[in-house]
């Protein structure tokens, strides 16, 4: 696909200026977004049309509304951002995906909409419209989406190298096909016997996720990095990968029960019913291994209401408003000051000077992109 452009890069994190009233947000390897008022903005790179929207010079850092067009779609409830492409979800459930739709030499896009056609606008994706599935989550990979319906059942479309896809094979698919294993196979720990109801899905760069309402996790696709924390058994080395998904037997297998994840570039992050985080992946750990926490936090990491990860780094983010991240100084985004050692293994605070001494709501996190959103007239000690 050419050389990527380089990303802007800032050492500490820098205020938008005359951006308030933000919802939400989200952000890819070269451009980010955020809703306001229900609109969607967005700034960065469009060398790949990711924007949605025509930029002079292919590169912005000036953010700008995003049309959908003449129809009204309502307020944007969820956006994520992938390598080369981005997508949204609207009122009703409504999908929306543009950016780059792939290529003869690099594959199929992640577009979803049939054909190997860029959109430089958001399109509506006419396969659940025909199916009236209402669609109530989405997650961009690099170069693979995956969306959760309101029935919660699951699809993807994209890139099939390395199973991303989860369907047993390796093939791209320019349209959503569904995943069924789901419904096929039941191998549950903690509720043997239950149906598996998926409630959260996400993607790393070439690997997948999902989260059932019994607290396990599900993993597939690429495993290099470790990233699928299946053990020695998979090794994580270049070749390998699971082309359906399979459960992270450890962890409800020692009766932890997961509430929340979140996928980095190659690794991932997870939250369980007593506080306890786990990591595994970036070529450090091949399977679930419990997140060191410094004594002094351990109260206030008991209330964490948010993860976020990208490449070699973390976040946590509690319901005081208290940012904790950790990984590596090269990341870019720690946000621990000049004086930051080269690597973080433990959940450090980020000074609540970073952000004005304002109370961190939400953080969001890409491969080396973060954006922290925080509420002006509330503050932190």
């Not at 010079?57 to 309502?74: C, H, I, L, Q, R």
């Not at 543009?98 to 979803?112: D, T």
């Not at 976020?308 to 985004?333: H, I, P, R, V």
């Amino acid at each position: 696909m050419g050389k990527e452009e380089d990303a802007e890069v800032s050492k500490e994190p820098l205020l938008l200026e005359d951006v308030r009233g933000v919802d939400l947000a989200a952000c890819g390897s070269l451009h980010s977004a955020f809703v306001v008022d229900g609109k969607l903005f967005t700034y960065g790179s469009n060398k790949y049309d990711q924007l949605g929207r025509q930029v002079d010079g292919g590169t912005t850092p000036d953010p700008a509304e995003v049309s959908f067009g003449a129809t009204d779609v309502g307020t944007i409830t969820q956006v994520s951002l992938g390598g080369y492409h981005s997508a949204a979800i609207t009122e009703g459930g409504k999908l929306w995906t543009w950016g780059w739709g792939g290529s003869f030499w690099h594959g199929a896009g992640a577009l979803g909409h049939g054909s190997k056609d860029a959109a430089d606008v958001p399109m509506q994706v006419q396969k659940f419209v025909d199916s009236e599935e209402e669609i109530v989550q989405v997650a961009c990979g690099a170069q693979h989406t995956v969306v959760l319906t309101k029935e919660g059942r699951i699809y993807s479309t994209g890139k099939g190298d390395f199973g991303r896809l989860g369907r047993g094979d390796t093939r791209d698919e320019l349209e959503f096909e569904e995943i069924d294993y789901f419904y096929e196979a039941n191998d549950s720990v903690l509720a043997p016997g239950e149906p598996t109801t998926i409630v959260k899905v996400a993607t790393g760069n070439n690997f997948s996720a999902a989260m059932s309402s019994s607290g396990e996790l599900w993993v597939w696709g690429r495993n290099d990095h470790g990233q699928l924390g299946l053990g020695e058994e998979a090794m994580g080395d270049m070749y390998s990968a699971e082309r359906y998904p399979r459960l992270v037997r450890s962890l409800p297998a020692e009766g932890h029960k997961i509430v929340d994840f979140v996928c980095g570039e190659h690794h991932l992050v997870v939250l369980t019913e007593d506080g306890t985080l786990f990591e595994w992946g970036a070529r450090t750990w091949l399977e679930p291994h419990a997140v060191s926490i410094p004594s002094q936090y351990k109260e206030v990491l008991q209330n964490i209401k948010k993860l976020a990860a990208g490449e070699k780094y973390s976040f946590a983010l509690t319901n005081d408003g208290t940012l904790f991240s950790w990984g590596t100084k090269s990341s870019g985004c720690l946000a621990q000051g000049a004086d930051c050692p080269k690597t973080i293994v433990e959940p450090t605070p980020v000074p609540s000077s970073t952000f004005g001494h304002q109370k961190v709501v939400d953080i969001v996190a890409s491969k080396s992109r973060c954006l922290a959103i925080t509420v002006e007239d509330e503050y932190s000690a």
